[in-house]
């Protein structure tokens, strides 16, 4: 799987866009890019993927550049209960190696009043 | 439908004592997982199943042992724990298949100790 590049933390006023950026500059053909969050103590919960196209569901939309290098996951109101640690993570999708999600250290949320 | 449930959520060890670790989900998946958490630090794979009667070894396997006698069980066992097992562990489970959008579910976590 590619290694994904976060920056470390972040903070976003309550009711702005809240954007988390995420660098896979090794990116390849085949992989998709998921998003997952933690909200502290809690088990990580999934919120988006694409693969070359733009995606929105209704927790976030997910921007892919068109060289798929780089991506940008886009919480269009933030509210205090996002504040979490969001986690970028680029796999194949498939059953090959049992689909095995690879978590780096993602970037802290804070989202303020 | 209650997910994935894990049991204990809250366990202190004696250094050297041994433990299993419970998990168990009612969506009929065949993947499951076991994770564990540091803190500061992103999840890191202990052990998977690709289904019943199947394991494999993850990221860090060492210390620990896994069974899935059951498609709705996996169970993660330490034989003799040590102060580094301290930690945070999560299972997780999906379903087979090559969709893209097959997504993990994590249970809420199992907290740790070994003093």
């Known amino acids: 799987d590619a290694k994904t590049t976060q920056p470390t933390s972040m903070d976003c006023a309550e009711g702005r866009a809240a954007n988390l950026p995420c660098n896979h500059s090794?990116?390849?053909?085949?992989?998709?890019v998921y998003w997952y969050r933690q909200i502290h103590s809690q088990g990580p919960q999934y919120i988006i993927h694409?693969?070359?196209n733009n995606e929105t569901n209704e927790m976030a939309s997910l921007i892919i550049t068109e060289d798929r290098k780089s991506s940008t996951l886009i919480l269009p109101h933030a509210t205090l209960r996002d504040t979490a640690v969001y986690y970028c993570?680029?796999?194949?999708?498939?059953?090959?190696?049992?689909?095995?999600?690879?978590f780096g250290t993602g970037t802290q949320l804070k989202v303020e009043l | 439908n209650a997910g994935v449930t894990q049991t204990p959520k809250f366990r202190v060890l004696k250094t050297g004592q041994s433990m299993t670790l419970l998990c168990a989900q009612d969506?009929?998946?065949?993947?499951m997982y076991w994770y564990r958490q540091d803190p500061g630090m992103g999840l890191r794979l202990i052990h998977y199943?690709?289904?019943?009667?199947?394991?494999a070894k993850g990221e860090v396997p060492d210390g620990y042992n896994v069974s899935r006698l059951k498609k709705q069980n996996f169970l993660l066992g330490l034989e003799s724990a040590a102060p580094s097992q301290t930690s945070v562990y999560f299972c997780?489970?999906?379903?087979?298949?090559?969709?893209?959008?097959?997504?993990?579910?994590f249970g809420e976590g199992s907290w740790l100790t070994v003093v």
């Open positions: 090794t990116i390849s053909g085949n992989e998709y």
């Open positions: 694409g693969l070359k």
């Open positions: 969506m009929n998946h065949e993947y």
């Open positions: 997780a489970s999906r379903f087979t298949g090559h969709s893209s959008g097959n997504t993990i579910y």
């Open positions: 993570i680029v796999r194949v999708a498939g059953t090959g190696g049992g689909n095995k999600l690879t």
């Open positions: 199943s690709v289904g019943e009667g199947t394991t």
